[in-house]
């Protein structure tokens, strides 16, 4: 069955630090993968978006890497800042079949900068 | 835009009772999305319309669910009767393209409790 893992439930780094979190598929042949974020009590927010092609997309801060033979994608966090502290959520949307166009969810990892 | 919009933001009902969770998508989004969150399963999808037409339920996940979409600015989802196991955060999502290469914009979700 398809299935998707964020690598731990919770991830405490030291403010300025780099945070890297993972998300790693099975059974999945995903056309896109995106990262979002969750606040506590409030609705995800859309970070970043790469597609299967890519293996790299860079925002500010953020990174995420996609690598389709590992079945991994990475989310970075450089220079950490205690704000940064949510909870992160990736997301594949399938390339065929009956997961085409769905966009499914890992459990997230909950992420805490401390100062 | 005001954002997804979500009513009410809390319910506590008791077993047996109904319960509709209301939705505004943004303005010319074609695309709406229900999940449910919890704690033990994560973000599960439920349905997703297009064009007010719904086109995939299979996540909906017995009939006393069920959802409409009158009109491009309004949604409902609707469980009757409700069950303890039901309790958990609604979320509603819009987006102007559903295979995934477009973000999904979430409403703060509504908490629905199920005494």
């Known amino acids: 069955s398809q299935k998707i893992e964020q690598n731990s439930e919770a991830l405490n780094i030291q403010e300025g630090k780099t945070a890297t979190l993972t998300c790693n598929y099975t059974?999945?042949?995903?056309?896109?993968l995106q990262w979002y974020r969750q606040d506590p009590g409030r609705g995800p927010v859309f970070l970043l978006l790469?597609?299967?092609?890519?293996k790299e997309k860079r925002k500010e801060r953020l990174k995420v890497t996609f690598d389709t033979t590992l079945k991994q994608s990475l989310f970075h966090i450089t220079a950490s800042q205690p704000a940064d502290s949510a909870t992160y959520l990736c997301?594949?949307?399938?390339?065929?079949?009956?997961?085409?166009?769905?966009?499914?969810f890992g459990q997230g990892t909950i992420l805490t900068v401390h100062p | 835009d005001a954002g997804v919009i979500q009513s009410p933001r809390h319910e506590v009902t008791e077993m047996g009772q109904e319960v509709t969770l209301r939705c505004k998508p943004i303005?010319?989004?074609?695309?709406l999305f229900w999940y449910r969150q919890t704690m033990m399963r994560g973000l599960e999808l439920l349905i997703y319309?297009?064009?007010?037409?719904?086109?995939?339920d299979s996540g909906m996940p017995e009939d006393r669910f069920s959802a409409k979409m009158p009109n491009a600015s309004f949604s409902t989802l609707k469980i009757q009767p409700s069950e303890p196991r039901d309790s958990a955060v609604y979320f509603c999502?819009?987006?102007?393209?559903?295979?995934?290469?477009?973000?999904?914009?979430f409403g703060e979700g509504s908490r629905l409790t199920v005494l």
């Open positions: 999502a819009s987006s102007l393209r559903e295979d995934g290469t477009g973000e999904l914009f």
């Open positions: 059974n999945y042949s995903p056309a896109y």
């Open positions: 790469i597609r299967e092609n890519e």
């Open positions: 997301a594949l949307v399938g390339a065929g079949g009956t997961s085409y166009g769905k966009l499914t």
């Open positions: 303005s010319g989004h074609d695309y």
């Open positions: 319309f297009n064009n007010n037409v719904p086109i995939d």
